[in-house]
């Protein structure tokens, strides 16, 4: 069982920036391409970024090109997500996912395994 617990949400005005942390356990975390996706209340959840399991290959979403960068440590089992110059637009609750193992895209939105969420608030 992949268990992952994201960290670092919180309210930020608007041009600032914030850093999300996700830890993963129970699972092999070096063989997952690891990502984060987003949801606003009443809103489709969102592929924000991707990271394949070497870092070597990355995805973003058009809204969030430029602004955020994601990360990862398989030392530490964790991803990051960098996010800067934020717009209260970027407001939701910021989900980390897993992928199972099964090769796929970068750019796919299929994950496997997926945190409990964090709230992230930009006001205007």
């Known amino acids: 069982q992949v268990q992952l617990v994201e960290s670092g949400g919180g309210l930020v005005q608007a041009g600032g920036s914030l850093r999300l942390s996700c830890a993963a356990s129970?699972?092999?975390?070096?063989?997952?391409?690891m990502g984060w996706f987003r949801q606003a209340p009443g809103k489709e959840r969102e592929l924000v970024a991707g990271?394949?399991?070497?870092?070597?290959?990355?995805y973003y979403a058009d809204s969030v090109k430029g602004r955020f960068t994601i990360s990862r440590d398989n030392t530490k089992n964790t991803i990051y997500l960098q996010m800067n110059s934020l717009k209260p637009e970027d407001t939701a609750v910021y989900y980390c996912?897993?992928?199972?193992?099964?090769?796929?895209?970068?750019?796919?939105?299929?994950?496997?395994?997926w945190g409990q969420g964090t709230q992230v608030t930009v006001s205007s």
């Open positions: 129970g699972g092999t975390f070096s063989s997952s391409t």
């Open positions: 990271i394949s399991w070497r870092g070597s290959i990355t």
């Open positions: 996912a897993a992928r199972g193992g099964i090769p796929r895209v970068i750019s796919s939105p299929v994950y496997d395994y």
